[in-house]
């Protein structure tokens, strides 16, 4: 008998994979924990049942998580990642050789898991540049002040216990934990399924930041396979000191870096409706 | 009993879709067609099994098949639409209000099932400025002479009939066919899931047009959500007389035409790799 894995994004819609190979699952204190094989895919990783990363295109979502605020930002030392224990972001930001990294995941089962089954992701989290802590992302942040150049937010939905991630008072709190040439970046749903979602934080980020825009992914496994991402900064502008990057990167380039920006006008849509 | 679309992009992954409606059946003389309807895609229309559009985000296809190369023609008038049954593509061109279309759809059957459901798109086919063939577009192709400003191919994937219209014997009749300025814009597959197809295209489309240069799109209900479509030109670059229009559009705009161009490193390996 075939064994597929299905995640709907809509009451009626949703993503087929086949199973070639269960690997692991575990109930943690926060979320189940699944990891399967695919052929096409690779090793995937879900939480609840909602995939967080295949091998086939996580590249996509992580490289475009990180790069552009690292690149923007011309003096970046101090990154805090909120959340990503599967070790992906730090992965990249480490390719920024003056960073170091405080990486926060809540969930120290996830970091275990990926740590065995997603080394080419975790094995960046044993760099001696990265301080790992497993506790809760905004309490962390609220503790810090005038630290960080760049703040990566690299969160799953909004459900259960990540809704803090989204709100307003985390983002007072990420704000507060910056320099006062600091960059916030964060991953920000789906501009087809989750355009409230958008609105809520466009509306919530532009009430702190004096710059918050908006920009389009696309990553195959997530839901509508488009994704956005929103650069909130203090002082600089997200094309100001674009330039290309000394390393290997398999999407991002400095023309896409200037692309992403760009917006289809239903996108605009969402932050100029009432 | 819940009934679900499934359609496969690999052996092993695909999407699924709850059929709310099944709304239309028939076998044709070239392929089946399916009309149903999904409460959050709205009405969706397969050939042979595949989705060819939904009501919900064929806006995305058919504005970035044909605005760019119409924004970027200076003076065009006579335009030839290669497939596109279903209307949308003579839609969108017909917002350009000085052309003329003439339309070469293999399958009439495509067409009458089109104007009966989906009349948003299919309107169009009956515009004045719209002239309807129904036969083979290959064959239609190599009888003209100078004659179009632009040719937009709107072809199903290359399986069966549609074959024909990869082939660079095929891309020489549209060289023909096209005045000294002209441009052939067409569908160009995933850059995900059909990197050969993509590195045909480009290595037969390059011994016959001065330029070619592919541009992304993101199309959530197609396979991996991201499509490629192919600008090929005499004399015009992409980018050279790129300008606002004067009509409304849900995702074109000059930014985005600009964006569209830019290209991934993984996608520029198709193009560089032996």
Redesign the interface.
Known sequence: MENWF?ELH?????????V?KPIYTKFSKYQRIDIFQ????GRILTLDGLIQLTES?E??YHEMLVHPSLVVHPTCEEVLVVGGGDGGTAREALKHNQCRIDLVEIDEAVIKACIKFFPTLSLSLSDERVKLFTEDGTKFTKKKKSKYDVIIVDSTDPIGFAKELFRAQFYKSCYSALKENGILVAQSESP?LHRGIMKGMYKNLSAIFPTVQFY?V???TYP???WSFVFCSKKYQPLEFAREVNFT?????L??H???F?????VKDIFNSD
């Open positions: 299905t809509t009451k009626d819609t949703g993503i087929s994979i086949k070639a695919n052929k096409t895919l295109d590249f996509i087809i389009l696309p990553i195959p509508s396979g488009l990167t398999k999407y991002y380039n023309e896409i200037k692309a992403s760009a917006l289809p006008n239903f």
